[in-house]
């Protein structure tokens, strides 16, 4: 049993992935509808709307809750906007849970939506040398990517990864990405398209780079009573949600810092941030890295699935290579990952990222994802991370 | 003539040329922050003033990459068309904490490997008219490249 109450997941909707440079108010009402729509829930029965927010999109963007309301047409319902970067949308997703389980309301739609420029994600305007974001930027030039790549080489030395390995992530999640209809790119790469394509930071190359989305992502939540009374007889569950933060000292330098933190004096702690976030979710659903039957991860670039693979627990540290390459993370292997195709696929929309994982997760424990469908799924597992130490993790059982 | 050398932003290393330091604070228990003002707090160490001191200017590379092509602003290109730049994390064995900063010019990712030696220098970010904008750069110590 796990240590938290679980809510039900009544409906999901997406509106497909892409660079279609529309008002993201569009996708998020276009993913809200299709989530009720799956839920059988009049859109005037919601009583809580949790918006995920986003900084791109001008002001509506930032008090997203209330623009996707107005949108779906004002009821006089409650509303919570929030904003964690990539963790926005489970961080939207705890606080609906929160006010199930509190019994504040019975059923809840969970929004994030995106319209995102072309090129690197870079801070606001300003001059604003108190900003470790804004530092990291001015003083290096240190994109995304580059923390990406300083990930990547740090497994090529320490565990003798090589770029033929970070390729077949590609390989592998695009295989996936072809059989659904709300990725980006639907195309099939092969080594060669990888090898082809231009290197960004030492040693990945654009192909293994998520890209800049547009998308949006819903999803309804309930509590077990409400499911029930609406005949929900056997929904998806939330069943864990991490929304954790680092412990010091964290020593992995990640972005958007200038330096980790110092274990000169307190020494770090036993699990690293990433395992940390992973164990606070499997804790809350009383359940482990064996239970799982797919995981959903953040493949920022195709380096960075492998670190999740061990960061998860799906193997020790320095064997995720070898579990790539035995093809147990692919659909049809023991525990695939990234069955939506992932990141690489999707690109990232980043306030609606994390509730499409959940979406994803949700069709395939309903047995509902056609082509790319896991068979059996019963335990799904999502995580990412946020900017500045936010992590993120869901764990859905059925 | 030559242009005035100034730090890039203020307060973050000290513009020593021959022995240059990146400015920390070090908190009652003796852990160690960078940037001093935005490094967070070690919970277990007792609350009290936060000492300014200087972190060790030699460290072993942590990892490394490059960028190749033009970061976004606020960067400022040094220059046009943009030179792809190398970046290294630097783990400091005293302070026991890991610290980015560029590579000196004319070093590549093809020259460098995980735990290498490197020292600080300072060296030029940007410049205009008048000015030199320097910052710190991390430098091979075998290596007979770089100093700008």
Not at chain 1, 17 to 46: C, I, P, Q, T
Not at chain 2, 108 to 124: H, I, S, Y
């Amino acid at each position: 049993m796990g240590q938290v109450d679980e809510v039900a997941i009544l409906g999901v909707g997406m509106h497909q992935w892409g660079k279609w440079g529309r008002n993201f108010v569009e996708y998020g009402v276009k993913a809200s509808r299709d989530a009720l729509d799956d839920a059988g829930v009049n859109w005037r029965d919601v009583q809580f709307v949790s918006g995920a927010n986003t900084v791109r999109c001008g002001y509506p963007g930032y008090v997203s809750g209330s623009t996707f309301a107005k949108a779906l047409g004002f009821t006089g319902g409650q509303v919570a906007s929030s904003y964690a970067a990539c963790a926005s949308g489970t961080t939207a997703l705890s606080i609906a849970r929160a006010q199930i389980l509190a019994g504040v309301c019975d059923v809840a739609l969970v929004v994030g939506a995106d319209t995102t420029p072309k090129g690197f994600l870079a801070p606001q305007a300003g001059d604003r040398h108190d900003d470790p974001d804004w530092l990291r930027f001015r003083l290096f030039g240190a994109t995304n990517p580059v923390y990406f790549a300083l990930h990547a080489r740090r497994r090529m030395d320490l565990y003798g990864a090589t770029k033929e390995d970070f390729a077949m992530v590609k390989v592998k999640n695009s295989r996936h990405a072809v059989h659904n209809p709300n990725a980006r790119y639907n195309k099939e790469y092969g080594p060669a398209d990888i090898d082809n394509s231009p290197v960004v930071s030492d040693p990945l190359r654009l192909l293994e780079i998520c890209a800049t989305s547009d998308g949006g992502a819903a999803i309804v939540v309930s509590s077990m009573e409400y499911a029930r009374a609406h005949g929900h007889t056997d929904p998806v569950r939330v069943a864990g949600i991490s929304l954790t933060t680092p412990t010091y000292p964290d020593v992995i330098l990640d972005l958007p810092y200038m330096a980790s933190d110092s274990a000169a004096v307190t020494p770090a702690p036993d699990l690293t941030f990433k395992e940390s976030v992973a164990k606070r979710a499997y804790d809350e659903a009383g359940v482990g890295p064996g239970d799982l039957s797919l995981a959903e991860v953040y493949d920022l670039s195709s380096a960075l699935e492998l670190d999740w693979y061990e960061q998860i627990g799906l193997c020790k540290p320095g064997e995720a290579e070898q579990l790539l390459r035995s093809g147990a993370t692919s659909i049809g292997g023991r525990i695939p990952v990234n069955a939506s195709g992932g990141l690489g696929a999707f690109g990232e929309a980043v306030p609606a990222q994390a509730i499409a994982q959940v979406c994803e997760l949700t069709w395939q424990l309903r047995g509902q994802a056609g082509a790319r469908q896991v068979n059996g799924a019963k335990v799904g597992l999502s995580i990412n991370q946020g900017l500045f130490g936010h992590g993120s993790c869901v764990i859905v059982t059925r | 003539m030559a242009k005035t050398r100034v730090p890039a932003v203020e307060g973050l290393f000290t513009m020593d040329e021959g022995d240059p330091h990146l400015i920390a604070g070090r908190a009652p228990n003796g852990s160690y922050f960078f940037p001093k003002d935005l490094g967070g707090s070690d919970p277990y160490s007792p609350l009290g003033p936060v000492e300014e001191v200087l972190l060790s200017n030699r460290g072993r590379l942590w990892s490394y990459t490059d960028s190749r092509y033009t970061p976004p602003p606020p960067f400022i290109p040094r220059t046009e068309p943009f030179v792809p730049v190398v970046i290294a994390a630097v783990e400091l064995a005293t302070e026991k904490m890991v610290v980015l900063g560029q590579v000196v010019d004319g070093v590549t990712t093809a020259d460098l490997k995980v735990g290498m030696e490197v020292e600080m220098v300072l060296g030029t970010l940007y410049e205009d008219d008048d000015h030199d904008y320097v910052v710190w750069k991390w430098k091979p110590v075998a290596s007979n490249s770089g100093g700008d």
